[in-house]
Each structure stands twice: as structure tokens, then as C-alpha cells.
């Protein structure tokens, strides 16, 4: 275990817009939130990106010897949900029971370990309705004449500190939305007064259900305080989400909320964010028919987790090859047992990647050079790549039994299955026992054809899918 003080940790804080040394609030703690999933569908890629990411964040603090406590809540109740649900013409509870059920799965084939608490947002409407009292109390909220109680933007002397616009600018901003029931523009609801068949909660302001922002408010300062360390999420919601949080927040304990605010970039289809709303999305389930679930989860690493991620099939093939010889290392030699010793050079240079805002690419880079070494034949070297690794949540299969393929992916159309490839290694083992080396050639240059690379050891020969 690293020492915490060890060379300093430093995060890219998107409040300050610059990489700071990370000094937690409570030396030797750290108190994390991460925005989930709102549960009316499966997760995409987008969704896989923000649990990657945040997963080894949290690997890597604890690593560094801090006691983490992860909070990643689920909004189990929103319009997007109501409506999805009356669609279906199913219940609520089991429309988001079922997709909760979808993203645990997803999660889990993502090597993603379980937060410390997943809070619902149906589970803390008592917490947000206490916190929109206060900011009654405090001159921040207001009863509307349609009954929705909102947030009044401009009584809030912050408002616009986390996406560094003025409040002229972010009225003109295409996502503000505008109501005649509000002060302004842009206020933002707090609580909802319920339509005739929606779901109702009784408040002081009658019956109605919580406006989105007010969640994570409540969430998060009922599990962790009302100032804690890390709040983190997709950049798509660092405005309006997380700028109303603060304001939220803020405004009602008249404490600073957050340390260090972390966004992970957009993945990205030809140049245009996925997402549900322009139709270019791709949902885990669907990728891990084509690829290993650990192809994805490299895939994901191997971009720093500020930038765009580019999805297409050639860049998921180019992290398969990658994965494929990192693999290829463990099974040419089989791993020494070591203890982490983070004064080596390999892991030291891991340890700087890491140090450095959480940079895999660069980590990444470090197992590769270690694969060199494995492949000459160095055990030692090959234990160091399959620790380190197992940091990021790496090399956690049996060697061989991915590189055949095992897992996620079967044979597709067109693919020879496992026992067809071994009847043909069988064969070829045959003819170059007889010496018929141009049938020995054949048998390879015709599996090659098809996807299969032979590769001839000490040991006899293995074979994977290129």
C-alpha cells in the first residue's frame, strides 16, 4: 500500500480549471459522489464510461491507503421515467426494479465493484423536502403560482462558479427553460406539483414529487455531509446539474459543498456525443455480444478519462489486439508471485501515471513495457503485469481460456468454433510429425485466413482469435 503523501496526487478540479495536490478534509478519508443512472432504459456506453472511470478512481485512492466511502445514486423517479413507464403501460417501481436490475449486470460484466451506499432517490424525499425548507427559510426558494416550488437563481451570489458563466450569459444558453410561473428564467424547479396519474408525495407545498437537482442535494450531504472531497459525473452534467447542486447546497447549509469536481469527457459516434436523445447510442449489452467485457472496460482505460472517447468497431478491435497481447505475455509465461513494491521502476512509473489527474494511457503504457519483459521470459516481470493491472481491474481471466475466446464472445457467423480450431492444430501436429511441412503450412495459412493465429511453443502450440 502507497503511502498517501508518497509524490502527491494531484486532480484535474473543474471548478478551479487546473490540477491541484489532493488533500482530503479529513486526512486519510475520502468522501466521493458520483451522479448515476436514471433507470428508465439500458445503460450506454456513456453510463459504462462514468462506472469505468469512477471505479478506478476508487481503486486507485484505496491503493493509495485511503479509506473511501463511494456514493453513486440511481434516480429511480423523473419525467423521462413517468413517461417511459406510461408508454409501457407498466408500473413505476417495476419499470426502474428492472432496469436497476439491467445496470448491476451491466456493471458487474464491467469488472465495476459496488459503491459503498446506491441511494434512490424515492428512498430520500423526506431529506429534500427538509432542504427545499431551508432554502425557504433562507430566501432562496419560492411557492409559484402553479404551485412548483423553485430556486431563485439570482438571490445566489455564486451562481455560475463551477461553468464560469455570467448569469446574462447562461440566460441566453439553449438549455435554460423558460416559464412564466417563474421570477426568472432561470430559476429551476425544486419541487413539482404532480399531474392528475403521476406519482405524489404529501409536502408543505401539496402533493407533488421532487425536481431532479434536489436528489443528489439531499443524497449526497445525508450519506457524506454537507462538505465532502469529490463530486463526479458526466461533463454533460456539470450545467445545469451540478451548477444547481451547488446552489442548492450551499444555499441551504451556507457551507461550501465540494473540494474537487471531476467530469469525464462525451463518448463519441462520428463526431457527435452518444446519447438517447440523437439516436446514436450503443448499449452495453448490445457491445458485449461482439466484444469480451473486458475489451470494452480497456478500450475505456486506454483514453484519459477527460478526453472523448471515440467509439467504432475498428477503435473496440484495436483494444481487443492490445488486451490480446497483454494476454498473450501471461500465457507465454506464467506470472511470479511479487508484493507491489512501488519503488521499482515500473510500478513508480504507474504510480506518477496514476498520480497525474487519474492518467491511464499513460499506466497503460507501463503494462505494455512489462509484457516485453514477459515474453523474454521473465516471470518476475510478468507478476509486476498482471498486479499492476490489477489496479485498473485488468487481467483478471485465465490467460488462455481469453485468448479462446471464452467469456462473452462465441463463435459468430462465419467463425470456427474452439473444437474445430483444436482438430485442425491436431492435424497440422500430425503432418509435422511426418515431416509435411507443406501441408503443416497450409492448415496455418488457412486458419489465419479465418481469423486464428498459431503461435508454436516449448510447449506445443496455442492458437487465438486475431
Known amino acids: 500500500m502507497l ?32 451522479c448515476g443512472m436514471t433507470v428508465y432504459d439500458y445503460c450506454h456506453l456513456g453510463h459504462a464510461r462514468v462506472m469505468v472511470v469512477f471505479d478506478v478512481v ?83 426558494a419560492y411557492l409559484a403560482a402553479d404551485g412548483d416550488v423553485n430556486y431563485s437563481v439570482r438571490d445566489f451570489p455564486g451562481y455560475g ?33 404532480s399531474k392528475p396519474g403521476e406519482p405524489s408525495w404529501d409536502s408543505p407545498w401539496g402533493g407533488g414529487r421532487p425536481g431532479w437537482h434536489i436528489e443528489c442535494s439531499a443524497m449526497s450531504s445525508t450519506l457524506l455531509g454537507e462538505h465532502f472531497d469529490i463530486h463526479g459525473g458526466g461533463a454533460d452534467l456539470q450545467f445545469p446539474h451540478h451548477e444547481n447542486e451547488i446552489a442548492q447546497s450551499e444555499g441551504a447549509s451556507g457551507k461550501p459543498f465540494v473540494n474537487y469536481w471531476m467530469h469525464n469527457g462525451f463518448v463519441r459516434v462520428a463526431d457527435e ?46 483494444a481487443k489486439h492490445a488486451l490480446t497481447r497483454l494476454y498473450t505475455a501471461l500465457k507465454n509465461t506464467p506470472p511470479a508471485a511479487v508484493t507491489l513494491d512501488w519503488n521499482e521502476p515500473h510500478a513508480r512509473r504507474f504510480r506518477a501515471a496514476m498520480d497525474d489527474d487519474f492518467n491511464t494511457p499513460e499506466a497503460c503504457a507501463v503494462l505494455f513495457d512489462l509484457a516485453a519483459e514477459a515474453n523474454r521470459g521473465d516471470a518476475r516481470a510478468a507478476g509486476l503485469l498482471k498486479a499492476l493491472a490489477g489496479v485498473l481491474g485488468l487481467l483478471t481471466q485465465d490467460p488462455v481460456a481469453f485468448l479462446h475466446g471464452a467469456g462473452a464472445q462465441q463463435a459468430g457467423a462465419g467463425e470456427l468454433a474452439a473444437a474445430d ?17 507443406k501441408e503443416s503450412d497450409r492448415i496455418r495459412e488457412e486458419l489465419a485466413k479465418q481469423g486464428i493465429v498459431l503461435e508454436d511453443g516449448p510447449s506445443g502450440t496455442t492458437w487465438r482469435r486475431n
Open 3 to 34: 503511502k498517501q503523501e508518497a509524490e502527491g496526487l494531484h486532480v484535474y478540479n473543474t471548478l478551479t480549471g487546473q490540477k491541484e495536490p489532493f488533500k482530503p478534509i479529513t486526512p486519510g478519508q475520502v468522501r466521493m459522489y458520483v
Open 58 to 140: 476508487t481503486r486507485w485512492l484505496r491503493a493509495r491507503g485511503y479509506q473511501v466511502t463511494y456514493v453513486r445514486n440511481i434516480t429511480d423517479i423523473d419525467d423521462k421515467i413517468i413517461r417511459r413507464a406510461a408508454e409501457n403501460g407498466e408500473g413505476i417501481e417495476a419499470l426502474t426494479a428492472r432496469f436497476i436490475a439491467a445496470m448491476e449486470e451491466d456493471a458487474a460484466a464491467l469488472g465495476v465493484l459496488k459503491p459503498d451506499h446506491e441511494p434512490r432517490a424515492t428512498q430520500y424525499v423526506p431529506q429534500m423536502q427538509e432542504m427545499i425548507s431551508r432554502l425557504e427559510q433562507n430566501k432562496l
Open 161 to 193: 462558479k463551477l461553468s464560469g458563466k455570467s448569469l446574462d450569459e447562461l440566460r441566453a444558453g439553449e438549455r435554460v427553460e423558460v416559464d412564466s410561473s417563474k421570477r426568472d428564467p432561470l430559476d429551476f424547479v425544486l419541487w413539482k406539483r
Open 273 to 318: 456525443k452518444m446519447s438517447k436523445s440523437l439516436g446514436n447510442f450503443f448499449t452495453v449489452r448490445e457491445v458485449l455480444k461482439k466484444y469480451d467485457a473486458e475489451v470494452v472496460r480497456f478500450f475505456i482505460l486506454r483514453a484519459h478519462y477527460r478526453s472523448p472517447l471515440n467509439y467504432s468497431d475498428a477503435h473496440l478491435d484495436d
Open 421 to 437: 480450431i483444436e482438430r485442425r492444430i491436431a492435424e497440422r501436429a500430425a503432418a509435422r510429425k511426418r515431416r509435411d511441412w
